[in-house]
Protein backbone atom coordinates (compact mmCIF):
# COMPACT_ATOMS: atom_id res chain seq x y z
CA UNK A 1 0.00 0.00 0.00
CA UNK A 2 1.52 3.27 -0.93
CA UNK A 3 0.92 7.06 0.46
CA UNK A 4 -2.02 8.44 -1.14
CA UNK A 5 -2.07 9.91 -4.21
CA UNK A 6 -5.50 9.31 -5.78
CA UNK A 7 -3.87 7.83 -8.59
CA UNK A 8 -3.49 3.78 -8.56
CA UNK A 9 -3.16 1.66 -11.67
CA UNK A 10 -4.40 -2.15 -12.54
CA UNK A 11 -2.49 -4.97 -10.60
CA UNK A 12 -0.63 -2.06 -8.89
CA UNK A 13 -1.19 -1.47 -5.02
CA UNK A 14 -3.92 0.06 -3.49
CA UNK A 15 -3.90 3.17 -1.20
CA UNK A 16 -5.62 4.52 1.55
CA UNK A 17 -6.74 7.63 3.33
CA UNK A 18 -7.52 8.34 6.90
CA UNK A 19 -11.00 10.33 7.42
CA UNK A 20 -11.58 9.74 10.85
CA UNK A 21 -13.00 6.63 12.14
CA UNK A 22 -13.03 5.11 8.92
CA UNK A 23 -9.89 4.51 6.56
CA UNK A 24 -10.55 4.68 2.20
CA UNK A 25 -9.16 2.15 0.05
CA UNK A 26 -8.94 2.41 -3.32
CA UNK A 27 -7.00 0.42 -5.89
CA UNK A 28 -8.25 -0.40 -9.54
CA UNK A 29 -8.77 -2.95 -11.69
CA UNK A 30 -9.12 -4.48 -15.38
CA UNK A 31 -7.86 -2.80 -18.69
CA UNK A 32 -10.84 -0.14 -18.12
CA UNK A 33 -8.83 1.37 -15.09
CA UNK A 34 -11.95 1.06 -12.41
CA UNK A 35 -11.82 1.94 -9.69
CA UNK A 36 -12.66 -0.22 -6.56
CA UNK A 37 -13.14 1.59 -3.03
CA UNK A 38 -13.09 -0.24 0.53
CA UNK A 39 -14.39 1.96 3.42
CA UNK A 40 -13.40 0.34 6.82
CA UNK A 41 -14.28 1.64 10.29
CA UNK A 42 -11.87 1.14 12.87
CA UNK A 43 -14.48 -1.72 14.56
CA UNK A 44 -14.25 -3.50 11.67
CA UNK A 45 -17.37 -2.53 9.61
CA UNK A 46 -16.52 -2.84 5.83
CA UNK A 47 -18.51 -1.36 2.85
CA UNK A 48 -17.16 -1.82 -0.82
CA UNK A 49 -17.86 0.49 -3.56
CA UNK A 50 -18.28 -0.96 -6.94
CA UNK A 51 -16.69 -4.79 -7.24
CA UNK A 52 -15.76 -3.74 -10.77
CA UNK A 53 -13.90 -6.71 -12.29
CA UNK A 54 -11.31 -9.66 -10.69
CA UNK A 55 -13.31 -11.33 -8.02
CA UNK A 56 -10.06 -12.86 -6.33
CA UNK A 57 -8.07 -9.58 -6.37
CA UNK A 58 -11.20 -7.51 -4.84
CA UNK A 59 -11.70 -10.41 -2.13
CA UNK A 60 -7.79 -9.70 -1.25
CA UNK A 61 -8.49 -6.05 -1.17
CA UNK A 62 -11.67 -6.48 1.09
CA UNK A 63 -8.93 -8.29 3.35
CA UNK A 64 -6.95 -5.62 3.51
CA UNK A 65 -9.40 -4.05 5.65
CA UNK A 66 -10.15 -6.57 7.73
CA UNK A 67 -12.43 -9.70 7.92
CA UNK A 68 -16.21 -9.42 6.84
CA UNK A 69 -18.13 -7.17 4.56
CA UNK A 70 -20.89 -5.59 5.79
CA UNK A 71 -22.40 -3.33 2.32
CA UNK A 72 -22.07 -4.26 -1.61
CA UNK A 73 -22.96 -0.94 -2.97
CA UNK A 74 -23.06 -0.75 -7.46
CA UNK A 75 -22.52 3.06 -7.90
CA UNK A 76 -24.46 2.33 -11.63
CA UNK A 77 -25.27 -1.02 -14.14
CA UNK A 78 -22.32 -0.54 -16.51
CA UNK A 79 -20.77 -4.02 -17.38
CA UNK A 80 -17.26 -2.50 -16.77
CA UNK A 81 -18.48 -1.54 -12.80
CA UNK A 82 -20.08 -5.30 -12.12
CA UNK A 83 -17.92 -8.39 -13.33
CA UNK A 84 -17.02 -9.05 -9.86
CA UNK A 85 -20.00 -8.20 -8.64
CA UNK A 86 -22.13 -11.98 -8.45
CA UNK A 87 -19.08 -13.34 -7.14
CA UNK A 88 -18.31 -11.23 -4.48
CA UNK A 89 -21.71 -11.17 -2.86
CA UNK A 90 -22.04 -14.63 -2.93
CA UNK A 91 -18.20 -15.20 -1.36
CA UNK A 92 -18.63 -12.58 1.72
CA UNK A 93 -22.91 -12.35 1.92
CA UNK A 94 -23.07 -8.70 2.07
CA UNK A 95 -25.78 -7.31 1.65
CA UNK A 96 -25.71 -4.92 -1.65
CA UNK A 97 -27.02 -2.38 -2.91
CA UNK A 98 -28.30 -0.43 -6.37
CA UNK A 99 -30.20 2.62 -7.45
CA UNK A 100 -33.84 1.60 -8.24
CA UNK A 101 -33.38 2.15 -11.78
CA UNK A 102 -30.63 0.49 -12.72
CA UNK A 103 -31.20 -2.30 -10.36
CA UNK A 104 -32.94 -5.01 -12.82
CA UNK A 105 -29.88 -4.62 -14.74
CA UNK A 106 -27.57 -6.03 -13.09
CA UNK A 107 -26.41 -9.80 -12.63
CA UNK A 108 -27.29 -9.72 -9.06
CA UNK A 109 -30.64 -8.14 -8.16
CA UNK A 110 -29.90 -5.93 -5.38
CA UNK A 111 -31.43 -6.34 -1.76
CA UNK A 112 -32.11 -2.93 -1.24
CA UNK A 113 -32.79 -0.72 -4.38
CA UNK A 114 -31.57 2.97 -3.59
CA UNK A 115 -34.28 6.48 -4.29
CA UNK A 116 -32.46 9.98 -3.95
CA UNK A 117 -31.91 10.71 -0.19
CA UNK A 118 -32.10 7.22 1.30
CA UNK A 119 -28.62 6.76 4.20
CA UNK A 120 -26.55 3.51 4.34
CA UNK A 121 -26.37 2.18 8.04
CA UNK A 122 -23.67 -0.37 7.56
CA UNK A 123 -21.89 -1.60 11.44
CA UNK A 124 -20.83 1.84 11.91
CA UNK A 125 -20.29 3.10 8.76
CA UNK A 126 -23.23 5.47 7.69
CA UNK A 127 -23.16 6.79 3.98
CA UNK A 128 -25.89 9.18 2.16
CA UNK A 129 -27.06 8.53 -1.37
CA UNK A 130 -27.29 11.16 -4.08
CA UNK A 131 -29.26 9.70 -7.15
CA UNK A 132 -27.84 11.35 -10.24
CA UNK A 133 -29.79 10.25 -13.48
CA UNK A 134 -28.28 10.62 -17.17
CA UNK A 135 -25.37 8.40 -17.22
CA UNK A 136 -27.66 6.00 -16.72
CA UNK A 137 -30.88 5.88 -15.19
CA UNK A 138 -30.49 4.87 -11.86
CA UNK A 139 -26.34 6.16 -10.91
CA UNK A 140 -25.79 6.66 -6.97
CA UNK A 141 -23.00 8.71 -5.76
CA UNK A 142 -22.28 7.78 -2.02
CA UNK A 143 -21.23 10.36 0.43
CA UNK A 144 -19.34 9.65 3.78
CA UNK A 145 -19.34 12.83 5.96
CA UNK A 146 -15.84 12.77 8.85
CA UNK A 147 -16.88 14.36 11.23
CA UNK A 148 -13.64 14.29 12.85
CA UNK A 149 -12.43 16.83 9.98
CA UNK A 150 -15.08 19.64 10.16
CA UNK A 151 -17.86 17.41 8.53
CA UNK A 152 -15.45 17.21 5.38
CA UNK A 153 -17.51 14.97 2.43
CA UNK A 154 -15.65 11.93 1.02
CA UNK A 155 -18.14 11.33 -2.02
CA UNK A 156 -17.84 8.37 -4.42
CA UNK A 157 -19.25 9.09 -7.89
CA UNK A 158 -18.95 6.06 -9.94
CA UNK A 159 -19.13 7.57 -13.31
CA UNK A 160 -21.35 10.39 -13.29
CA UNK A 161 -18.51 13.05 -11.79
CA UNK A 162 -15.04 12.95 -12.92
CA UNK A 163 -12.22 15.25 -12.92
CA UNK A 164 -12.92 17.88 -15.91
CA UNK A 165 -16.97 17.27 -16.04
CA UNK A 166 -19.61 15.13 -15.92
CA UNK A 167 -19.80 11.25 -17.19
CA UNK A 168 -20.28 9.93 -21.08
CA UNK A 169 -24.10 11.09 -22.15
CA UNK A 170 -23.64 10.28 -25.64
CA UNK A 171 -24.94 6.98 -25.92
CA UNK A 172 -28.53 6.05 -26.68
CA UNK A 173 -30.30 6.80 -23.74
CA UNK A 174 -28.13 9.32 -21.70
CA UNK A 175 -29.04 12.37 -21.18
CA UNK A 176 -26.82 15.33 -20.73
CA UNK A 177 -29.32 17.84 -19.67
CA UNK A 178 -30.55 15.66 -16.30
CA UNK A 179 -27.06 14.55 -15.68
CA UNK A 180 -26.09 18.45 -15.48
CA UNK A 181 -29.59 19.35 -13.37
CA UNK A 182 -28.82 16.61 -10.36
CA UNK A 183 -24.49 17.10 -10.63
CA UNK A 184 -25.50 20.78 -10.05
CA UNK A 185 -28.87 20.43 -7.88
CA UNK A 186 -27.51 17.67 -5.73
CA UNK A 187 -23.94 17.78 -5.15
CA UNK A 188 -22.79 21.18 -6.27
CA UNK A 189 -25.22 23.16 -4.58
CA UNK A 190 -25.32 20.63 -1.52
CA UNK A 191 -21.73 20.08 -0.66
CA UNK A 192 -19.01 22.37 -0.10
CA UNK A 193 -15.61 22.72 -1.93
CA UNK A 194 -13.99 20.68 0.36
CA UNK A 195 -15.75 17.53 -0.52
CA UNK A 196 -13.13 15.13 -2.04
CA UNK A 197 -14.96 13.36 -4.91
CA UNK A 198 -13.72 9.86 -5.88
CA UNK A 199 -15.07 8.81 -9.33
CA UNK A 200 -15.13 5.45 -11.14
CA UNK A 201 -11.96 5.57 -13.13
CA UNK A 202 -9.21 8.06 -12.54
CA UNK A 203 -7.96 10.58 -10.56
CA UNK A 204 -9.40 11.95 -7.29
CA UNK A 205 -10.59 15.78 -7.73
CA UNK A 206 -12.32 18.34 -5.00
CA UNK A 207 -15.52 20.50 -5.79
CA UNK A 208 -13.53 23.55 -5.25
CA UNK A 209 -11.26 22.23 -8.56
CA UNK A 210 -14.53 21.68 -10.26
CA UNK A 211 -17.02 24.40 -9.72
CA UNK A 212 -15.57 27.22 -11.84
CA UNK A 213 -15.83 24.79 -14.98
CA UNK A 214 -19.74 24.01 -14.18
CA UNK A 215 -20.95 27.15 -16.78
CA UNK A 216 -17.89 25.61 -19.48
CA UNK A 217 -19.52 21.89 -18.88
CA UNK A 218 -23.12 23.11 -20.08
CA UNK A 219 -21.78 25.09 -22.39
CA UNK A 220 -19.91 22.31 -24.28
CA UNK A 221 -22.77 19.55 -23.64
CA UNK A 222 -20.73 17.02 -22.32
Same mark, same amino acid.
Not at 96 to 115: C, F, I, K, W
Not at 201 to 212: K, M
Given at each position: ?44 ? *? ?73 ? *? ?101
Amino acid at each position: MSTYDGVVTPGGPSQAREAGEVTIRKMSVSAMHNNVYLLTHRDGS *QVLIDAADDAPRVLEFIAEGGKGLDALITTHQHWDHVRALAEVAAVTGARTYAGEDDADALPVAPEVRLQQGDRI *QAGSIAVDVVYLRGHTPGSVALAYTDASDGNRVHLFTGDALFPGGVGNTKLPGQNFDSLYADVTERIFDVYDDRTIVYPGHGADTTLGAERPHLQEWLERGW
